[in-house]
């Protein structure tokens, strides 16, 4: 155990929403708390904590892992807990299930306020609206959390409950810097009631209006400016509590399996930055004409690659490829549809670029080993993101049709050859391992989040001297 903080132990409540994207980060921040001497209780669903990677043993005794069983509902598959196991066109009964935990919750925070010491903070994700509730009705302060990059944050549209206002703002929001069917695929996600009857941008507003502050995870020198302006535009304190990268570590005690040893043999053999990394996610996945459109391109690029391929449900792995592709690519690529140990790939010497979604996970796992981005953005904050990037200099999208979002293997061949064959890629390069100082930068980090630990303790302060106390 770390002894950080001079302050009284705290008792924190995580609820983080059912994505590993977001289960993850969570769980890196319980046991940095936990590191620093505070009680952490974890929530979410058996099946979602069994996934997780253990919790450090020294830290086992801070960190309470509290399960929440999901509700049956029809239409959703069973053990369907975190977004990877649910179709995209079911996501709507995903949240209309998760809704069914607030009467749990509720009874779970009773309990924690029992015998007249409650938790110090809850913390709710950005579609916890009942959460936030629970904890404002029994007098807990609550933090809104978002493992999501500030300056996307900004860039967004106010929060706002009237879905035709919403509908309104996510165009105003998204303007002429939006292709189209970015904007029409964000106003169906966000601004859309659905199975749950509740759109993700109402959640969003109502857990914004009940919580104290808003946590992220970021820091300053990442993005400069962007919290004041947070700050300013949700009327109360906008926290960074750091990037969280990546541990020496690497996979955080999981275990290694016969593909990793498979994987990291491959890359072994190959020469100095020269493979580039292609995962998307483990969400929304590709049909399989654009997957076999990124084949096509990855053939057509000429360079080496490692591709952790997520094939669609139903569809045979090899069904996707193209006729003769892996005979054609088999010197020079690798394709695996399974576990990939991604942290351990973009550590390895012979990685040269990353070609990805865009995720915020992704994106600080890649900056952390200082690699440059070729950007294939699929839903949610990935396409705000990869416009972010791609302003910095830090890689070049995938060229997309407007109207439909799809792309063709000339320029999937032409950003991959923009990134790590052509001049202008040394630039990338660069401007990536200048960013990879700050993400790279382990003490950085931990003071990043005992400055959050001190926002956290000294609450009574903070909210009277917000505008001074904000980084």
């Not at 275990?255 to 930055?273: F, R, V, Y």
């Not at 394709?335 to 012979?350: E, F, G, M, N, Y």
């Not at 979002?405 to 052509?422: C, N, T, W």
């Given at each position: 155990?770390?002894?950080?903080?001079?302050?009284?132990?705290?008792?924190?409540?995580?609820?983080?929403?059912?994505?590993?994207?977001?289960?993850?980060?969570?769980?890196?921040?319980?046991?940095?708390?936990?590191?620093?001497?505070?009680?952490v209780s974890f929530?979410?669903?058996?099946?979602?904590?069994?996934?997780?990677?253990?919790?450090?043993?020294?830290?086992?005794?801070?960190?309470?892992?509290?399960?929440?069983?999901?509700?049956?509902?029809?239409?959703?598959?069973?053990?369907?807990?975190?977004?990877?196991?649910?179709?995209?066109?079911?996501?709507?009964?995903?949240?209309?299930?998760?809704?069914?935990?607030?009467?749990?919750?509720?009874?779970?925070?009773?309990?924690?306020?029992?015998?007249?010491?409650?938790?110090?903070?809850?913390?709710?994700?950005?579609?916890?609206?009942?959460?936030?509730?629970?904890?404002?009705?029994?007098?807990?302060?609550?933090?809104?959390?978002?493992?999501?990059?500030?300056?996307?944050?900004?860039?967004?549209?106010?929060?706002?409950?009237?879905?035709?206002?919403?509908?309104?703002?996510?165009?105003?929001?998204?303007?002429?810097?939006?292709?189209?069917?970015?904007?029409?695929?964000?106003?169906?996600?966000?601004?859309?009631?659905?199975?749950?009857?509740?759109?993700?941008?109402?959640?969003?507003?109502?857990?914004?209006?009940?919580?104290?502050?808003?946590?992220?995870?970021?820091?300053?020198?990442?993005?400069?400016?962007?919290?004041?302006?947070?700050?300013?535009?949700?009327?109360?304190?906008?926290?960074?509590?750091?990037?969280?990268?990546?541990?020496?570590?690497?996979?955080?005690?999981?275990?290694?399996?016969?593909?990793?040893?498979?994987?990291?043999?491959?890359?072994?053999?190959?020469?100095?930055?020269?493979?580039?990394?292609?995962?998307?996610?483990?969400?929304?996945?590709?049909?399989?004409?654009?997957?076999?459109?990124?084949?096509?391109?990855?053939?057509?690029?000429?360079?080496?690659?490692?591709?952790?391929?997520?094939?669609?449900?139903?569809?045979?792995?090899?069904?996707?490829?193209?006729?003769?592709?892996?005979?054609?690519?088999?010197?020079?690529?690798?394709?695996?549809?399974?576990?990939?140990?991604?942290?351990?790939?973009?550590?390895?010497?012979?990685v040269c670029a990353?070609?990805?979604?865009?995720?915020?996970?992704?994106?600080?796992?890649?900056?952390?080993?200082?690699?440059?981005?070729?950007?294939?953005?699929?839903?949610?904050?990935?396409?705000?993101?990869?416009?972010?990037?791609?302003?910095?200099?830090?890689?070049?999208?995938?060229?997309?049709?407007?109207?439909?979002?799809?792309?063709?293997?000339?320029?999937?061949?032409g950003a991959i050859?923009?990134?790590?064959?052509?001049?202008?890629?040394?630039?990338?390069?660069?401007?990536?391992?200048?960013?990879?100082?700050?993400?790279?930068?382990?003490?950085?980090?931990?003071?990043?989040?005992?400055?959050?630990?001190?926002?956290?303790?000294?609450?009574?302060?903070?909210?009277?001297?917000?505008?001074?106390?904000?980084?």
């Amino acid at each position: 155990m770390d002894a950080h903080s001079s302050q009284s132990p705290l008792h924190v409540v995580i609820f983080p929403w059912l994505a590993f994207g977001h289960l993850l980060p969570c769980l890196d921040l319980a046991e940095r708390l936990a590191a620093r001497g505070h009680r952490v209780s974890f929530i979410s669903t058996p099946r979602n904590l069994a996934r997780l990677p253990p919790v450090r043993p020294a830290l086992s005794g801070l960190v309470d892992l509290v399960p929440l069983p999901l509700p049956r509902i029809d239409g959703l598959p069973d053990g369907a807990e975190a977004t990877n196991d649910v179709p995209f066109e079911k996501f709507e009964l995903h949240r209309k299930a998760f809704d069914g935990l607030a009467a749990p919750f509720s009874a779970f925070l009773d309990t924690a306020c029992a015998g007249g010491k409650r938790p110090d903070w809850v913390f709710a994700d950005f579609v916890h609206h009942w959460v936030a509730a629970a904890a404002q009705e029994r007098g807990v302060p609550c933090a809104m959390i978002l493992p999501c990059s500030a300056a996307v944050m900004a860039s967004a549209t106010q929060p706002t409950e009237s879905s035709t206002d919403q509908r309104e703002a996510i165009s105003r929001s998204m303007g002429t810097a939006a292709q189209s069917f970015e904007a029409k695929r964000a106003m169906e996600e966000f601004a859309t009631e659905g199975a749950s009857g509740v759109s993700i941008m109402t959640r969003f507003s109502l857990t914004l209006q009940r919580s104290k502050l808003v946590a992220l995870r970021s820091c300053p020198d990442l993005e400069p400016g962007a919290f004041r302006i947070l700050t300013r535009f949700y009327g109360k304190p906008v926290v960074p509590f750091g990037l969280l990268p990546p541990r020496p570590d690497g996979a955080r005690g999981v275990s290694k399996n016969g593909e990793h040893d498979t994987i990291m043999q491959w890359l072994d053999a190959q020469p100095a930055k020269s493979v580039v990394y292609v995962a998307l996610g483990s969400e929304a996945p590709m049909s399989a004409d654009l997957l076999r459109e990124l084949a096509h391109g990855l053939d057509l690029a000429g360079t080496r690659f490692l591709w952790a391929m997520r094939k669609p449900a139903g569809v045979d792995g090899d069904s996707v490829l193209p006729d003769g592709f892996l005979d054609r690519t088999g010197e020079r690529g690798l394709v695996t549809t399974r576990w990939a140990p991604q942290v351990s790939i973009l550590a390895h010497a012979a990685v040269c670029a990353f070609l990805t979604h865009c995720g915020w996970g992704s994106v600080v796992e890649a900056l952390h080993f200082g690699h440059p981005l070729i950007m294939l953005p699929i839903f949610g904050d990935q396409g705000p993101n990869a416009r972010i990037l791609e302003g910095r200099k830090l890689g070049v999208k995938v060229p997309r049709n407007d109207k439909d979002g799809s792309f063709d293997r000339g320029g999937v061949a032409g950003a991959i050859r923009a990134v790590v064959v052509e001049e202008d890629g040394k630039t990338f390069a660069a401007n990536a391992r200048k960013l990879q100082e700050i993400v790279a930068d382990r003490e950085r980090d931990e003071r990043c989040i005992d400055e959050f630990v001190q926002h956290l303790t000294s609450w009574d302060e903070l909210k009277n001297n917000s505008d001074d106390q904000n980084p």
